[in-house]
T-cell receptor, first 115, second 116 residues
Framework: AQTVTQSQPEMSVQEAETVTLSCTYD???????LFWYKQPPSRQMILVIR??????QNATENRFSVNFQKAAKSFSLKISDSQLGDAAMYFC????????????FGTGTSLTVIP | GAGVSQSPSNKVTEKGKDVELRCDPI?????LYWYRQSLGQGLEFLIY????????KSGLPSDRFSAERTGGSVSTLTIQRTQQEDSAVYLC??????????????FGPGTRLLVL
């Protein structure tokens, strides 16, 4: 089974600053997808950003961007201009290409935003 | 509905009792997942339903856990003879399962189970 590792259990960032959350994964597959999900205290998991492995261009969604290094099997999330509402647990997830496959999640990084 | 709903939001039960957790996926979504999230942990895959195919039960931790999905819509996760280590948040997610694997999972708010 694929494994997803988030080595930073907790991170903090000053409001308006930039923070990077790390994620590495282990796979022998070439076709897969990567996701970052956010889980605020309300427990509602929300998709932040996603990336197809065959795309070399890093995905970007407003203040959120990824640094996808396929050879290194790394998929870090950069949050620019951090806001208080960004405080949450962030989970990295992996899914094999094609339907009918599981999602594999990391253990999460708890992000605190300091006013 | 507008999103994935789960009930109850919270459940407190005594050790040894059976519990049923319900998930209503987004209408039209063919795939449904159950996860367990223990305190301070990531999401542990439990079971996956896709259309009329046999479910992937590879994540169920013991035979006390079972799940069904009736009519390709609502799903019920049943835990028999609950143990204290079953205490966790149980999350349900659904996807439209179009061609390819980029479909986003839409999560419900979860059911927090506490076994005393």
């Amino acid at each position: 089974a694929q494994t997803v590792t988030q080595s930073q259990p907790e991170m903090s960032v000053q409001e308006a600053e930039t923070v990077t959350l790390s994620c590495t994964y282990d796979t022998s597959e070439s076709d897969y997808y990567l996701f970052w999900y956010k889980q605020p205290p309300s427990r509602q998991m929300i998709l932040v950003i996603r990336q197809e492995a065959y795309k070399q261009q890093n995905a970007t969604e407003n203040r959120f961007s990824v640094n996808f290094q396929k050879a290194a099997k790394s998929f870090s999330l950069k949050i620019s201009d951090s806001q208080l509402g960004d405080a949450a647990m962030y989970f990295c997830a992996y899914r094999s290409g094609g339907p009918g496959n599981q999602f594999y999640f990391g253990t999460g990084t708890s992000l605190t935003v300091i006013p | 509905g507008a999103g994935v709903s789960q009930s109850p939001s919270n459940k407190v039960t005594e050790k040894g009792k059976d519990v049923e957790l319900r998930c209503d996926p987004i209408s039209g979504h063919t795939a449904l997942y159950w996860y367990r999230q223990s305190l301070g942990q990531g999401l542990e895959f439990l079971i996956y339903f896709q259309g009329n195919s046999a479910p992937d039960k590879s994540g169920l931790p013991s035979d006390r856990f079972s799940a069904e999905r009736t009519g390709g819509s609502v799903s019920t996760l049943t835990i028999q003879r609950t143990q204290q280590e079953d205490s966790a948040v149980y999350l349900c997610a659904s996807t439209p399962e179009l061609a390819g694997g980029l479909e986003t999972q839409y999560f419900g708010p979860g059911t927090r189970l506490l076994v005393l």
